[in-house]
């Protein structure tokens, strides 16, 4: 292995405040009770982390629907058979609610064999009946549908689990299936995810069905949810290179005294040895001696060299009686509760969403995974809160690229995405942030702290309130969204934008190894140009302040972070969160003002720690690989540069200078004469 050493590219300290297990006289906890608001609303989404409740927030929501509301039916679907225990019976009403959530077994399609014919009879069958609950897999529910049309659903309510596997793409049935009802307009459809935005940059829904949601959207944060919490306090994000096979040295990332979910590479990927029985071995090996398979459970017993014996589970082995043993094992109710039923996890497809281990203080992964969706599933697998679990971190292997390997560019590539994910986690981790425009009206909002000197006037203010884990921060020059719709996708949707901006490869590729680069180039066209993509219906002011209020929270983030992170990066300042960065970077500068901020690089941060934790020659080969294949201003850049000095001219009463001193000014004049060498030679006809 390099030298390369895990630096966490994030750490984020929460106040354990105990609020989000805390339930209200009806047995909800907040985010359900959030939820349960909304309960009218026929389209609900329900944006909300692993191991929020999501589950028990539809019981709630389902049952109303179902003696309140007149509907006849509910049909929960979720991706996987064994997501569906989550929503097996609860006794509600020992807790405070009116009703008890009931399945009648033979309903439970992901355990039940379905009668008459298979489990899409089933689905016939139950609509025909008057039990009122069937739980069902997503590929169950399509063929459903197939067969009965969509108006067999009609006046049912449809719970779609994992909501982000739906897609708009032509090829997604489940996304086609769901358009039909929406189009039909008689199913109520309640959609939860915790991630809500595809690893493939692919719209979840088409933007007209999008729209039903806008009024039953909920949101409840990672923030609120881990500030909340009792016993976790602090999660650790980071990316650790390597050269050779990770199996050699997996140590030097995993701590055997922490309860841990190894998810190995898949076997198409670069990282894997294609030999995956060998490498769990390999790992088995380093970790000590082995004693033999535990009868009962049919975990590998390992002895440690101080004599700890650690239990782990293989979930990789493809021998249907040994893996269906170690699983059941894994799911016994009456060992959830029990820290030492097992120490490590090893896992191949496994064990990622709805995959319930509350004890997992480590989620490390060898290889990129699929999608920045699957990465944020699997971190959700460590988040759960536990007596005594005060960390947890999540840890992602990357094969350190070599130029004289023929798979450089995945290499790279899998590096860029790795990065992406991680900066995407820590917007997700962080407050919630509400910007205002600085101007003579503003003042101070009730509920936020503004710190020890208290609000001042005569400058931009950044105040925070502890309760809601949100922040209010004045930006002078900030532009406001005028619609309605901007101002939702400011309030609800900055996350699914950055997503968007930090999966772009031009945009990361640059950031990170354009030495030239001027950011505006990144913060203003780049940013610019996806918002357009995006949300083309919007007027050109409003996808501005998209623009602008996107760029504020992914460089305010990385500013904090810096901070938080200390001046060698290497370990978080002791009881210096997030928050803390915020503030200080704001009052470190005179005031915040929009250029300032778009003059930031939010890829410059992100830079630094891989110049830690990569090898300089890896480095070195990899800026080399990149700046080799930079293209010049393509038409369509230089025609938005051009219309972006148009706005400079009428905003500065000249047009931008070719010679001037500010690279941004200078770029836009070369994009202007760009753009009119390119007319001239008839590109735009």
């Known amino acids: 292995m390099t030298s390369g050493k895990q630096v966490p590219s994030v750490s984020v300290t929460y106040a354990q405040n105990g609020k989000s297990a805390k339930a209200n006289a009806l047995g909800m906890r907040p985010m359900q009770e959030r939820a349960y608001e909304k309960r009218g609303e026929q389209y609900l989404l329900i944006k909300s982390p692993p191991a929020s409740g999501k589950s028990r927030a539809l019981m709630f929501i389902a049952l109303d629907k179902l003696t309140n509301q007149g509907l006849k039916q509910a049909i929960i679907v979720v991706p996987e058979k064994s997501i569906g225990a989550s929503f097996a019976d609860e006794p509600l009403a020992k807790y405070g609610f009116w009703a008890d959530w009931v399945v009648v ?67 997604s049935k489940l996304g086609q299936h769901l358009g039909q009802l929406i189009a039909r307009g008689s199913a109520h459809i309640v959609a939860m995810t915790g ?55 997996i140590l030097n990332v995993l701590d055997p005294a922490e309860k841990t979910i190894i998810h190995i590479p898949s076997v198409n990927s670069r990282e894997s040895t294609k030999d995956k029985i060998r490498e769990v071995e390999h790992i088995i090996e380093a970790l000590g001696d082995w004693l033999g398979t535990d009868p009962a459970t049919g975990f590998q017993l390992v002895e440690r060299p101080d004599g700890k014996v650690l239990r782990i589970a293989d979930l990789v082995d493809d021998d249907p009686n040994k893996r269906d043993r170690v699983s059941a094992a894994l799911k016994d109710p009456s060992q959830k509760n029990n820290r030492d039923h097992v120490d490590i996890i090893i896992a191949l497809g496994m064990a990622k969403e709805g995959f319930d281990w509350i004890w997992c203080e480590h989620a490390l992964t060898v290889g990129y995974r699929s999608s920045l969706t699957e990465i944020v599933q699997i971190i959700g697998r460590a988040t759960r809160d536990a007596p005594g679990k005060t960390r947890a971190r999540f840890s992602n292997l990357i094969a350190e690229p070599d130029a004289s390997d023929e798979a450089v560019t995945e290499a790279i590539n899998d590096t860029l995405k790795a990065i992406a994910a991680s900066l995407l986690m820590e917007q997700v981790l962080a407050p919630r942030f509400n910007f205002t425009p600085k101007n003579p009206q503003s003042g ?10 208290g609000y001042a006037p005569d400058k931009t203010n950044v105040g925070f309130n502890e309760d809601t884990g949100q922040f209010h921060i004045e930006i002078k020059g900030l532009a406001e ?14 996350n699914e934008v950055i997503a968007a901006f930090v999966q772009d490869k031009t945009a990361i590729e640059r950031g990170l190894f354009d030495e030239e680069l001027v950011p505006e180039e990144l913060t203003v066209a780049r940013m610019g140009k996806i918002i357009k993509d995006k949300y083309p219906d919007l007027t050109d002011e409003d996808q501005e302040a998209v623009r602008q209020h996107a760029v504020a929270a992914l460089n305010l983030t990385q500013k904090a972070k810096q901070i938080a992170l200390g001046d060698d990066g290497d370990e978080p300042s002791r009881n210096t969160a997030l928050i803390d960065g915020v503030r200080k970077f704001a009052m470190d500068v005179r005031e915040l003002d929009i250029d300032l901020i778009d003059r930031i690089n939010p890829f410059g941060e992100a830079y630094s720690i891989l110049a830690k934790t990569m090898s300089e020659e890896s480095l070195k080969q990899v800026a080399a690989a990149i700046s080799a294949k930079r293209t010049n201003l393509t038409p369509d850049e230089a025609k938005d540069l051009a219309v972006r000095a148009v706005k400079f001219k009428k905003e500065r009463g000249r047009l931008p200078s070719i010679s001037s001193s500010d690279p941004w000014e200078k770029h836009l004049a070369e994009g202007a004469a760009a753009f009119v060498r390119y007319k001239d030679e008839g590109r735009y006809e």
């Open 195 to 249: 991630s809500y935005f595809r690893g493939d940059a692919v719209p979840v829904l088409l933007p007209d069905d999008e729209a039903k949601f806008r009024d039953g959207t909920v949101t409840y944060t990672y923030y609120e949810q881990l500030n909340g919490y009792e016993y976790l306090k602090q999660l650790d994000i980071g990316y650790f290179f390597y050269s050779g096979s990770y199996a050699d040295d």
């Open 105 to 171: 077994p033979k309903w439970n399609l992901c355990n039940a064999p379905g009668e008459d014919g298979g489990k899409v009879n089933s689905v016939g069958a139950f609509l025909e009946s008057a039990d009122k609950v069937l739980v069902c897999t997503h590929a169950t529910f399509r063929f459903a549908l197939d067969k009965f049309g969509p108006s067999a659903f009609d006046n049912r309510v449809i719970a779609v689990d994992e909501f982000h596997h739906v897609s708009a793409d032509a090829d």
């Open 481 to 494: 969204p005028a619609s309605k719709e901007a101002g939702r996708i400011v309030r609800e949707d900055l």
């Open 444 to 453: 101070p909002i009730e509920g936020f702290d503004y710190g020890d000197t």
